[in-house]
């Protein structure tokens, strides 16, 4: 009997400090991914607009996906964090950065994939610095002329992105940020406009029915 | 009139004219009737068979009428008869007497035997009659159809003698629902083992299974042809676009002259298939449907033919950029589907693959071509039970528990597997993501206001304008293009200039209508054209016309409130209103549902916009405006109410909307309903096919079955020579004939001999192509049959021209009496028009035979007779029209009569 009352102290006092033991790893997992979504929803915050999400905040988002990964490899932590409570705030947390970064196409054109996108950003560059250019020799009403050619270059490349299906957000921003300073600040790249043709057009066309259904009436009783 | 002083004569001896000897000195006080009795022999006919009881309570009822005497109010006649009913056959009657009554009533289960004995009196039916039975009536209108005989006077209809609309066509055969009992039918089902009848029923399920399956294998080879050719065609076109903003190179013109070239080529093919190869495969074909439910006979409308023509046709006409849809076509799609599977054969490639031989008749193949239309509508929407409501409301006459259980399956399955199959195609099996062709999505918002609910009835007032418009410059179109369209050719060339119209306005809206947004990240770049447009801007209303109908809507339905601008909508609304208007009726397959959908939906979506522009208090999504547009517009153009309500709720997979669209469609069905009839009645209308209306047309009651047969009736005897039958075959289109115990050589004779039983044209010639006939002198009997040889002819019978009997065997007699049908209705002549129109829609007959109190044939009255009398409403005045009957050749077969009332 006297044997029985210390064994049982010492399992229980083995088993209240593995417990303990489990809570530091699990705090040190919860404080990691804190810090890393902390720093990944600033730096988003810090390129909504322009959007440059997705080649700025990639490195944060890898920290804050290895962070939940470790909380998930964790068997026991996983239970506690994840599961163990009805707000979930860390599983709603990833959910929604995930979800986010997917809409925006993010995957598309940062980490591996951001070469990809180089050359869609050289050619953004030289527009702009063209754009800059004339300013400078305040020459602006040369500029649908010379960066004509640089400007198309730019538009066809986006949209065979575009139809890969490449392109991400930040792309898609960055070309229309482009597009309208092009268009209306410069006021180039105005489609030309055949209002005479496509008039003539309508009224021809529109006559076309007209004198079909008058023939039908007059010619056949 | 003595017919009171004669009654108690008859209630001495109710069975007076069984025997000759006073047959020959009838107590009918009518000198007209006593004139047209024909002599009838003394020899009494051997062929009859004890009848059931139920017969004989109806006879016992039918003869105390007949002892009424007939000056009595009609409240009277009721009580007495009401007495009269609740005893059984009277007891003091002899057994000798009974069994005369017995005998007498072989041949046919009498209904609603109130005779009268003054129907006679009556007369035929004429105008002269109406005018005074219906008092009420316009003096004008009494007068200028005095005279019956005059051709077109009388028809002073609301549509005039020249209008279609005013005739109904005697080309249409009804179907025969009801089902043939016989001798020969009754021994086989006696005969059959309890293994057959389960395994009948477990091939009813099977069949129900393989519709489902087969519907939506065709509704995936439509959407998947429509993707492909779209994909094509818009490719070619943004490549054309984007190489012609540069001016130099190309002019603005060229892009579109390349979309209405490739346009004009699909519509071509789609017309050429109907106009040229099977012209019943235009439109939607839901009224040809309609009509096949109901009981008419559309020729072609359920063949091969006509299915491959629809799918093919659908593909290049929606490809082709008309304002139509797949999704009506789809509808008819599994109709014909239906009624390939389950005959287990087709005729057309004459191949028999000897299963489902059970299901060989008109009664069986209706109900699974009701499963067939219910899984085209599962297939287009992802609306199972909306399929089954729509096979309820649109279609089936004669509903029974079982039938809609089965309709069910099959619209389940139907849905299952098209989700299943194009989920596989799109890339991820199992998602289950596609329940139906057009599918609106899932709307993530769906809460409305109560004020809202105002005005959601009052788009439900505009719908209901809108669509009365819409089918009144519709139908105006169809007569001219009936009148005018008199060449094959023609009709292909107005396709022509509808789809080169069409692609014009389309394209000049995108023009001169700019409404410019950036892109999206995820847009789809097909469809996205720059057109006017800032460079990286691209126009709404280019997207709006380019891409799928299917996707169009979702657009409208779920698109933030900035995608599309006012202008856009307005411009899209009214060119897609005017539009499918116009494509309506032209000879290509055309859906009305997707068309009208988006017209409703730009224009919802447009009071939407505006609302939030200019109200101050909350107010929904455009979204829901849009919705709701869609479906009073729907509703105003269709007046289909409770299955559209139920297929939008599942299409939108959302039940918080039914109280709304609910109340919206009530309103456009009310508002739509006061100008004219939804657009498929009304095209039935303009097909003058005889189709039966729900209930009889009100103020009808005056009428009785003694005005409207037909008379004299041509009968046969039950054992006849092959000689007068092909004689009579021959010579007449009639397709039912009464088998009587006597034909009277006076060809004016008013009635015939007693009533045994029916027997149909088709019979007849089965039973001279089998040569079932014998040798009087030596007994020889020639062919056999068995019920199974009328099973394998169904349902293409050979014309009575293409059987060929020798000469020598014209002397040879028929005996019928082992295959007249033995139980048909009939009705006494002095049942109310309402009460016959009830029978004949319920039980879907095809020949109702009229006797007069004897028991004797006097009249036969067939699905035209009720049918001609139509309702016609206009501005809240109603009455009852009649309808002249007109044959292939254009000629009025029946003089024209007319009776019109006002409330």
Same mark, same amino acid.
């Given at each position: 009997?006297?044997?029985? #009352?210390?064994?049982? @102290?010492?399992?229980?006092?083995?088993?209240?400090?593995?417990?303990?033991?489990?809570?530091?790893?699990?705090?040190?997992?919860?404080?990691?991914?804190?810090?890393?979504?902390?720093?990944? %929803?600033?730096?988003?915050?810090?390129?909504?607009? /322009?959007?440059?999400?997705?080649?700025?905040?990639?490195? $944060?988002?890898?920290?804050?996906?290895?962070?939940?990964?470790?909380?998930?490899?964790?068997?026991?932590?996983?239970?506690?964090?994840?599961?163990?409570?009805?707000?979930?705030?860390?599983?709603?947390?990833?959910?929604?950065?995930?979800?986010?970064?997917?809409?925006?196409?993010?995957? &598309?054109?940062?980490?591996?994939?951001?070469?990809?996108?180089?050359?869609?950003?050289?050619?953004?560059?030289?527009?702009?610095?063209?754009?800059?250019?004339?300013?400078?020799?305040?020459?602006?009403?040369?500029?649908?002329?010379?960066?004509?050619?640089?400007?198309?270059?730019?538009?066809?490349?986006?949209?065979?992105?575009?139809?890969?299906? $490449?392109?991400?957000?930040?792309?898609?921003?960055?070309?229309?940020?482009?597009?309208?300073?092009?268009?209306?600040?410069?006021?180039?790249?105005?489609?030309?406009?055949?209002?005479?043709?496509?008039?003539?057009?309508?009224?021809?066309?529109?006559?076309?029915?007209?004198?079909?259904?008058?023939?039908?009436?007059?010619?056949? !009783? | 009139?003595?017919?009171?002083?004669?009654?108690?004569?008859?209630?001495?001896?109710?069975?007076?004219?069984?025997?000759?000897?006073?047959?020959?000195?009838?107590?009918?006080?009518?000198?007209?009737?006593?004139?047209?009795?024909?002599?009838?022999?003394?020899?009494?006919?051997?062929?009859?068979?004890?009848?059931?009881?139920?017969?004989?309570? =109806?006879?016992?009822?039918?003869?105390?009428?007949?002892?009424?005497?007939?000056?009595? *109010?009609?409240?009277?006649?009721?009580?007495?008869?009401?007495?009269?009913?609740?005893?059984?056959?009277?007891?003091?009657?002899?057994?000798?007497?009974?069994?005369? #009554?017995?005998?007498?009533?072989?041949?046919?289960?009498?209904?609603?035997?109130?005779?009268?004995?003054?129907?006679?009196?009556?007369?035929?039916?004429?105008?002269?009659?109406?005018?005074?039975?219906?008092?009420?009536?316009?003096?004008?209108?009494?007068?200028?159809?005095?005279?019956?005989?005059?051709?077109?006077?009388?028809?002073?209809?609301?549509?005039?003698?020249?209008?279609?609309?005013?005739?109904?066509?005697?080309?249409?055969?009804?179907?025969?629902?009801?089902?043939?009992?016989?001798?020969?039918?009754?021994?086989?089902?006696?005969?059959?083992?309890?293994?057959?009848?389960?395994?009948?029923?477990?091939?009813?399920?099977?069949?129900?299974?393989?519709?489902?399956?087969?519907?939506?294998?065709?509704?995936?080879?439509?959407?998947?042809?429509?993707?492909?050719?779209?994909?094509?065609?818009?490719?070619?076109?943004?490549?054309?676009?984007?190489?012609?903003?540069?001016?130099?190179?190309?002019?603005?013109?060229?892009?579109?002259?390349?979309?209405?070239?490739?346009?004009?080529?699909?519509?071509?093919?789609?017309?050429?298939?109907?106009?040229?190869?099977?012209?019943?495969?235009?439109?939607?074909?839901?009224?040809?449907?309609?009509?096949?439910?109901?009981?008419?006979?559309?020729?072609?409308?359920?063949?091969?033919? &006509?299915?491959?023509?629809?799918?093919?046709?659908? #593909?290049?006409?929606?490809?082709?950029?008309?304002?139509?849809?797949?999704?009506?076509?789809?509808?008819?799609?599994?109709?014909?589907?239906?009624?390939?599977?389950?005959?287990?054969?087709?005729?057309?490639?004459?191949?028999?693959?000897?299963?489902?031989?059970?299901?060989?008749?008109?009664?069986?193949?209706?109900?699974?071509?009701?499963?067939?239309?219910?899984?085209?509508?599962?297939?287009?929407?992802?609306?199972?039970?909306?399929?089954?409501?729509?096979?309820?409301?649109?279609?089936?006459?004669?509903?029974?528990? =079982?039938?809609?259980?089965?309709?069910?399956?099959?619209?389940?399955?139907?849905?299952?597997?098209?989700?299943?199959?194009?989920?596989?195609?799109?890339?991820?099996?199992?998602?289950?993501?596609? /329940?139906?062709?057009?599918?609106?999505?899932?709307?993530?918002?769906?809460?409305?206001?109560?004020?809202?609910?105002?005005?959601?009835?009052?788009?439900?007032?505009?719908?209901?304008?809108?669509?009365?418009?819409?089918?009144?410059?519709?139908? +105006?179109?169809?007569?001219?293009?009936?009148?005018?369209?008199?060449?094959?050719?023609?009709?292909?060339?107005?396709?022509?200039?509808?789809?080169?119209?069409?692609?014009?306005?389309?394209?000049?809206?995108?023009?001169?209508?700019?409404?410019?947004?950036?892109?999206?990240?995820?847009?789809?770049?097909?469809?996205?054209?720059?057109?006017?447009?800032?460079?990286?801007?691209?126009?709404?209303?280019? %997207?709006?016309?380019?891409?799928?109908?299917?996707?169009?809507?979702?657009?409208?339905?779920?698109?933030?409130?900035?995608?599309?601008?006012?202008?856009?909508?307005? %411009?899209?609304?009214?060119?897609?209103?005017?539009?499918?208007?116009?494509?309506?009726?032209?000879?290509?397959?055309?859906?009305?549902?997707?068309?009208?959908?988006?017209?409703?939906?730009?224009?919802?979506?447009?009071?939407?916009?505006?609302?939030?522009?200019?109200?101050?208090?909350? #107010?929904?999504?455009?979204?829901?405006?849009?919705?709701?547009?869609?479906?009073?517009?729907?509703?105003?153009? *269709?007046?289909? *109410?409770?299955?559209?309500?139920?297929?939008?709720?599942?299409?939108?997979?959302?039940?918080? @909307?039914?109280?709304?669209?609910?109340?919206?469609?009530?309103?456009?069905?009310?508002?739509?309903?006061?100008?004219?009839?939804?657009?498929?009645?009304?095209?039935?209308?303009?097909?003058?096919?005889?189709?039966? !209306?729900?209930?009889?047309?009100?103020?009808? @009651?005056?009428?009785?079955?003694?005005?409207?047969?037909?008379? !004299?009736?041509?009968?046969?005897?039950?054992?006849?020579?092959?000689?007068?039958?092909?004689?009579?075959?021959?010579?007449?289109?009639?397709?039912?004939?009464?088998?009587?115990?006597?034909?009277?050589?006076?060809?004016?004779?008013?009635?015939?001999?007693?009533?045994?039983?029916?027997?149909?044209?088709?019979?007849?010639?089965?039973?001279?192509?089998?040569?079932?006939?014998?040798?009087?002198?030596?007994?020889?009997?020639?062919?056999?049959?068995?019920?199974?040889?009328?099973?394998?002819?169904?349902?293409?019978?050979?014309?009575?021209?293409?059987?060929?009997?020798?000469?020598?065997?014209?002397?040879?007699?028929?005996?019928?009496?082992?295959?007249?049908?033995?139980? /048909?209705?009939?009705?006494?002549?002095?049942?109310?028009?309402?009460?016959?129109?009830?029978? @004949?829609?319920?039980?879907?007959?095809?020949?109702?035979?009229?006797?007069?109190?004897?028991?004797?044939?006097?009249?036969?009255?067939?699905?035209?007779?009720?049918?001609?009398?139509?309702?016609?409403?206009?501005?809240?005045?109603?009455?009852?029209?009649?309808?002249?009957?007109?044959?292939?050749?254009?000629?009025?077969?029946?003089?024209?009569?007319?009776? +019109?009332?006002?409330?």
């Amino acid at each position: 009997m006297q044997y029985i #009352i210390p064994l049982v @102290f010492i399992v229980c006092s083995a088993a209240l400090s593995f417990e303990t033991k489990l809570e530091q790893e699990c705090s040190q997992l919860q404080l990691q991914f804190a810090s890393a979504s902390s720093d990944f %929803t600033t730096c988003l915050g810090k390129n909504t607009k /322009p959007v440059r999400i997705c080649v700025t905040c990639f490195d $944060y988002y890898q920290e804050v996906n290895s962070s939940f990964a470790n909380i998930t490899t964790n068997l026991n932590c996983s239970t506690l964090l994840l599961e163990s409570d009805n707000a979930m705030v860390i599983q709603r947390l990833w959910d929604s950065y995930t979800n986010m970064w997917s809409s925006a196409l993010c995957d &598309t054109c940062s980490g591996l994939t951001e070469n990809r996108t180089h050359e869609f950003r050289n050619k953004t560059e030289e527009v702009l610095d063209c754009f800059w250019q004339n300013e400078k020799k305040h020459t602006p009403e040369l500029i649908c002329v010379e960066c004509g050619k640089k400007y198309d270059d730019l538009l066809n490349l986006f949209k065979s992105l575009q139809g890969y299906g $490449y392109a991400c957000a930040d792309l898609a921003d960055s070309m229309n940020s482009t597009a309208q300073t092009w268009s209306v600040k410069y006021q180039c790249g105005h489609p030309p406009v055949e209002y005479v043709p496509v008039l003539a057009m309508t009224i021809g066309i529109s006559l076309l029915p007209v004198v079909f259904y008058s023939a039908l009436w007059k010619f056949i !009783p | 009139m003595s017919d009171t002083e004669k009654e108690p004569l008859l209630l001495v001896n109710p069975a007076t004219d069984l025997t000759p000897e006073e047959t020959e000195n009838p107590p009918e006080p009518d000198p007209q009737t006593e004139n047209v009795d024909p002599p009838v022999s003394t020899q009494p006919d051997k062929a009859q068979t004890l009848p059931r009881t139920s017969r004989q309570l =109806s006879f016992s009822f039918q003869e105390r009428a007949r002892t009424l005497p007939s000056r009595q *109010t009609s409240d009277e006649k009721t009580r007495i008869l009401d007495q009269s009913f609740a005893k059984t056959l009277p007891s003091r009657q002899t057994s000798d007497e009974k069994t005369r #009554i017995l005998d007498q009533s072989f041949g046919g289960t009498t209904c609603y035997g109130t005779s009268a004995p003054d129907a006679h009196h009556r007369g035929n039916y004429n105008v002269e009659n109406l005018g005074t039975i219906q008092s009420g009536f316009k003096k004008r209108i009494g007068k200028r159809c005095r005279n019956p005989k005059h051709r077109h006077m009388s028809l002073s209809t609301h549509h005039g003698p020249d209008d279609p609309r005013s005739y109904l066509s005697s080309n249409y055969e009804s179907l025969n629902y009801d089902t043939v009992e016989n001798d020969l039918t009754l021994q086989s089902e006696t005969k059959r083992e309890y293994k057959r009848f389960s395994s009948t029923s477990f091939n009813r399920w099977l069949v129900c299974f393989l519709i489902g399956v087969f519907t939506a294998c065709t509704a995936v080879v439509v959407d998947i042809g429509i993707e492909r050719l779209s994909e094509v065609k818009l490719d070619l076109v943004r490549k054309y676009m984007l190489k012609c903003l540069n001016k130099d190179v190309c002019s603005v013109l060229m892009p579109w002259l390349v979309w209405a070239g490739l346009n004009i080529a699909f519509c071509v093919v789609a017309s050429i298939l109907i106009a040229f190869i099977e012209p019943v495969a235009a439109g939607s074909g839901i009224p040809e449907i309609k009509c096949y439910l109901n009981g008419v006979k559309i020729p072609r409308v359920v063949r091969i033919k &006509t299915l491959l023509c629809k799918v093919t046709g659908i #593909i290049a006409a929606v490809s082709g950029g008309l304002a139509c849809g797949k999704e009506g076509p789809m509808i008819h799609s599994g109709a014909v589907v239906a009624a390939g599977v389950s005959q287990g054969r087709s005729t057309t490639f004459a191949c028999d693959c000897k299963v489902f031989k059970e299901f060989r008749c008109d009664h069986v193949k209706r109900d699974f071509i009701a499963c067939g239309a219910a899984a085209g509508v599962a297939a287009a929407f992802g609306a199972p039970i909306g399929g089954v409501l729509f096979a309820l409301e649109e279609g089936a006459s004669f509903w029974n528990q =079982s039938l809609t259980w089965r309709i069910f399956f099959s619209s389940l399955v139907s849905s299952f597997f098209l989700n299943t199959i194009l989920s596989t195609y799109k890339g991820s099996p199992g998602d289950l993501s596609n /329940p139906g062709l057009a599918n609106f999505g899932l709307f993530e918002i769906s809460n409305y206001e109560w004020y809202e609910l105002i005005i959601f009835i009052i788009m439900g007032v505009v719908g209901g304008l809108l669509g009365a418009l819409f089918n009144y410059i519709n139908i +105006q179109l169809s007569l001219f293009r009936q009148r005018h369209m008199k060449y094959r050719i023609l009709k292909v060339f107005e396709v022509v200039v509808v789809a080169f119209t069409t692609t014009a306005v389309g394209f000049c809206a995108m023009y001169f209508v700019e409404d410019c947004t950036y892109a999206q990240v995820k847009d789809t770049e097909l469809y996205n054209l720059q057109m006017q447009c800032d460079s990286g801007q691209y126009n709404s209303l280019a %997207t709006l016309f380019l891409q799928s109908p299917e996707s169009t809507v979702k657009d409208l339905l779920h698109s933030p409130i900035d995608k599309f601008s006012w202008k856009s909508l307005l %411009t899209f609304s009214i060119i897609y209103y005017c539009m499918s208007v116009w494509t309506y009726g032209l000879a290509v397959a055309s859906g009305l549902f997707m068309p009208s959908l988006l017209t409703g939906a730009a224009y919802g979506r447009l009071i939407g916009v505006l609302l939030h522009y200019i109200s101050s208090v909350t #107010i929904s999504e455009p979204g829901i405006y849009a919705l709701i547009g869609a479906a009073s517009f729907l509703g105003g153009v *269709t007046r289909m *109410t409770i299955s559209l309500t139920v297929i939008i709720m599942e299409a939108t997979r959302n039940i918080t @909307f039914g109280l709304p669209i609910m109340m919206t469609l009530v309103t456009a069905r009310f508002v739509g309903n006061y100008f004219n009839e939804g657009l498929y009645d009304e095209h039935i209308n303009l097909k003058q096919v005889p189709m039966l !209306p729900w209930d009889p047309p009100v103020k009808s @009651f005056r009428l009785t079955a003694g005005n409207i047969k037909s008379t !004299p009736v041509k009968c046969f005897k039950a054992i006849e020579s092959v000689e007068t039958v092909v004689r009579m075959l021959k010579r007449t289109t009639h397709n039912g004939f009464p088998v009587v115990t006597q034909v009277p050589t006076d060809p004016d004779a008013k009635h015939f001999g007693q009533f045994m039983g029916l027997i149909t044209r088709e019979q007849l010639i089965l039973l001279l192509i089998k040569r079932v006939y014998f040798n009087e002198s030596t007994m020889n009997v020639y062919g056999d049959i068995a019920v199974d040889d009328f099973r394998d002819m169904y349902p293409r019978y050979p014309d009575i021209e293409e059987v060929d009997i020798p000469q020598e065997h014209m002397k040879m007699k028929i005996d019928l009496r082992q295959f007249i049908n033995l139980s /048909p209705y009939t009705c006494n002549e002095s049942v109310s028009f309402a009460r016959l129109f009830n029978l @004949f829609r319920s039980m879907g007959l095809r020949h109702l035979v009229i006797v007069n109190e004897n028991n004797k044939a006097v009249g036969i009255v067939t699905r035209k007779d009720l049918a001609k009398f139509r309702k016609w409403r206009k501005q809240g005045s109603s009455g009852v029209q009649q309808l002249g009957i007109v044959s292939e050749d254009g000629n009025l077969d029946d003089e024209t009569e007319c009776c +019109q009332g006002h409330s």
